[in-house]
Nanobody, 132 residues
Framework: QLRLAESGGGLVQPGGSLRLSCAAS????????IAWFRQAPGKEREGVAC????????YYPDSVKGRFTISLDNAKRTLYLQMNNLEPENTADYYC?????????????????????????WGEGTKVTVSS
């Protein structure tokens, strides 16, 4: 059974940092695209960082580039999201998701596919609050 479990959320002041973790069980990352999404109250779930389990290529929207970093530890079957210089608008529930990988060309098609839903498998989320 495929399972994802997030941890690491909490309250942080503006400008602070958090590292989220997502432990996976039941499968190996190399056959999947894996991503962090967030959902703020009243808003749609949006992708904030994605990674190809096959080749490790990472993808970020412009809103978080340079501040968020996604990474994989295949031995631990754990996905991470390092978030720096957090802003109040980053307050949301953060979810990790995965879906069987499709390898597309050109590269822009790959980026669009991996950053967008649908994703097949989800964890239950972890809450991040950025506030002073």
């Amino acid at each position: 059974q495929l399972r994802l479990a997030e941890s690491g959320g909490g309250l942080v002041q503006p400008g602070g940092s958090l590292r989220l973790s997502c432990a996976a069980s039941g499968y190996t990352f190399r056959d999947y695209a894996i991503a962090w999404f967030r959902q703020a109250p009243g808003k749609e779930r949006e992708g904030v960082a994605c990674i190809s389990g096959g080749d490790g290529t990472t993808y970020y929207p412009d809103s978080v580039k340079g501040r968020f970093t996604i990474s994989l530890d295949n031995a631990k079957r754990t996905l991470y999201l390092q978030m720096n210089n957090l802003e109040p608008e980053n307050t949301a529930d953060y979810y990790c998701g995965s879906k069987p990988h499709l390898f597309l060309r050109p590269a822009n098609d790959q980026a669009m596919w991996i950053m967008r839903q649908p994703y097949a498998y989800w964890g239950e989320g972890t809450k991040v609050t950025v506030s002073s």
